[in-house]
Every structure is written in C-alpha cells, then in structure tokens.
C-alpha cells in the first residue's frame, strides 16, 4: 500500500480523538440537558477552565497521568478510552470505504453511536435530542451520498421504528412489564434512516445475539436473576457498526474478506 495511504489513516484517527473528545462533552452533558458548546470545559473540583494544552485527546490524560493540572483531582480513564474508540472507528472506516464519499456518513453515524451508547449506559435513556434529528440527517444523506436510495432509506425508518415498536408493544403484552425502552425504537428509526432497510433486521439480529451473550455472562457472574435490566442501545450500535463494516452495499463479503487475505500476502508474509 502506498505510503500517503499510511498517513490518511493516521490523519483519520487523529480527527477522530479530537472529534472524540467533544464527544466527550457530548455524552457528559446531554443528559443534563446543558449546552454542548458553552462553558469551556471545566474541572469539576476545582473549577478551573481546562487549557487547550491540557485538552489534547488521549496525550494529555497520558501525560498529568490523569489528573486535574491545578489540584491534582483524577479524571476518569474513560475520557481517553471514548477518544481512542472513536479514532479508532474513524481509522477503522476510512480503512474499509477510503474516500468513497459514505466515509464522512459512516463517520457521523459512528460517533452519534458513540455518544448513545455511553449515555445509555450510564442512564439507561437514549436522549430524543440526539436520535430524532439523526432519523432527519440519516434520511437527507440518502440524497446527498450514492449509497442508499432515499426509498430505502425511508422503508429503514419504517420498517426500523416499527419492527422493534411492535416487539416492544408484544413484550409488554405478553409480560405486563417494559422490556425494551421506546429510546431503542427512535434508534433503530435512525439507524434505518442511515443504513437503509436491509439493514434492520441484520442490525436487530447482531445485537441481540450480542446482548444475549453479555447478559448470561453477567448472570452467571453476578448470580443476578432475570429482571437485571441491561441497555439494548449499545448492543443495536454495535450490531449496526459490524454490519455497516462486514455486509456493506458497495462490495459483498467474500471481496472484504480477499482484500485483507491479499493485504496479508502482500505486506506481512
Ligand atoms: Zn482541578
């Protein structure tokens, strides 16, 4: 592989840790409903504004050993995680479509994904805020980018919002309590919106099996009975970002898998 190819991956994944780290922001204050772009960011100790020297993704938690630079109060490691898992996917994306213009789409899904799924995780909400105006934009790039029809785009919103809406009714129906939050709904709507409607059932399909997965391993672990409530938003996320990366629309799976064996003969036998 050319030499300049090297440095766009590099340049892909540095974009994405910055762009990371609004994420950062993004996931910490939605929920609180506060504004993403004002105040600067801040040490919630000591209140000091962060330099823009101490706020470099990734380097600066390394380098103050992740602690406040003026009262030495500790940050969580999961700021530079969620900067190094997005540069990674960015990395991860232009590397799969390179400058086919999906990549950017790809891009935005991704973080969008990524502020979801922490946010999910740390309160069980997937906020309106963010997957209602995702249905919009999923469904406008359709126009803008020869990757989906916008008839597929829409059947995605459709068949996406009202595949898991008649799941979720049924489970309600069946057991008299609410399995699956109406958050997982407005998702797997936008999810649909971006990745068009062959993309519903596989993305449901993945992540339900992931979720499966992690949820007996937590019961065995925990010893946890039936009811431990588990968010489906990142199980969905990942489901869509695996099936975005294996079962794209421009190649079939076999042609992926002969790039990365050719990859293998060509550069590391
Ligand atoms: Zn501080």
């Known amino acids: 592989m050319p030499f300049e190819y090297y440095f766009f991956l590099a340049f892909a994944f540095i974009l994405g840790s910055v762009i990371g780290s609004f994420l950062n ?41 992740g602690k406040c630079a003026y009262c030495g109060s500790g940050f969580s490691v999961r700021y530079p995680l969620v900067e190094a898992l997005n540069g990674f996917l960015f990395a991860l994306f232009f590397y799969r479509f390179a400058f086919h213009p999906v990549t950017p789409v790809i891009w935005l899904l991704s973080a969008t994904l990524v502020v979801i799924t922490f946010i999910d995780l740390d309160h069980q909400i997937i906020p309106d805020v963010i997957s209602l105006p995702g249905v919009v934009v999923g469904f406008a790039c359709s126009f803008l980018v020869p990757w989906i029809t916008w008839q597929e785009s829409l059947a995605g919103i459709l068949l996406g919002g009202g595949s898991l809406m008649f799941i979720a009714l049924g489970y309600e129906l069946l057991t008299r309590k609410e399995g699956m939050g109406f958050g997982d709904v407005k998702l797997l709507a936008m999810l649909g919106a971006f990745l068009g409607w062959p993309a519903v059932f596989p993305v449901i399909f993945i992540g339900s099996i992931l979720g499966s997965c992690v949820g007996v391993t937590l019961m065995l672990v925990n010893k946890a009975d039936g009811r431990l409530a588990i968010p489906f938003g990142p199980f969905l996320s990942v489901g869509a970002l695996c099936h975005v990366f294996f079962v794209d629309r421009l190649d079939p799976l076999m042609r992926w898998y002969g790039d990365v064996l050719m990859y293998f003969l060509q550069n590391i036998w």
């Open 25 to 65: 922001v993004c996931i910490y204050r939605i929920p609180e409903k506060l504004s993403v772009v004002t105040p600067r960011s801040r040490c919630p100790h000591c209140g000091t504004a962060i330099k823009w020297y101490h706020n470099l993704p990734i380097l600066s938690w390394i380098l103050l050993r």
